[in-house]
């Protein structure tokens, strides 16, 4: 069973979001909350699979309660999900970039919403190879790199090799038949990776690829 948690200051989306996924019988809606502080508060209540969160919320915004999410060690478990009203913007970025594992469209179709968040439960990102082409060239060729590691402590070649190619949008199948290895073996590097960077998912190995130099903006 998947459990969700519901955040949005407006009560008409959540409720409509709830009774689409109320119909589902893997999916559990167990809270709705209206402002950012109660969100966090409910979290740490109910310990959700996933978060669907306003980014624009009244007394904390979506931003900080993802933050907040991620710093906490309890919370390891869930994943969060931003929603917003006008799709890729710099409010989308800083929140995959403090954790979040991706973003939809509040006009989003029902099908679309029952899959995103399944594959949100399973830990993959929610970040389209289009979608990651216009993240990355429109919010980090101004941001200051950081560095990739190299050596015992940072990632391996097989493993920033892995990492540029999550960050391209290829499947964990589709990787380990560019890297003639077996899916599990490809699964392997992929988990690696994501437990040397602090990484809770794919959405952040993504941002790290590009923000690091090791995937250029606009390359193959």
Known sequence: MIRVLLVDDQPLLRSGFRALLDMEDDIEVVGEAADGLAALALTRRHRPDIVLLDIQMPVMDGIEVTRRIVADPTLTVVHVVVLTNYGLDEYVFDALRAG????????????DLLHAVRVAARGDALLAPSITRRLIDRFTSARPRVDVGVGPAGLTARERETVALVARGLSTTEI???????PSTAKTHINRAMAKLHARDRAQLVIFAYESGLVAPGGG
Do not use: Y
């Not at 979040?100 to 099908?111: H, Q, R, S």
């Not at 380990?176 to 077996?182: M, N, Q, Y």
């Open 100 to 111: 979040a594992a991706g973003f939809l469209v509040k006009d989003i179709v029902p099908e």
């Open 176 to 182: 380990a038949d560019r890297l003639v290895i077996s």
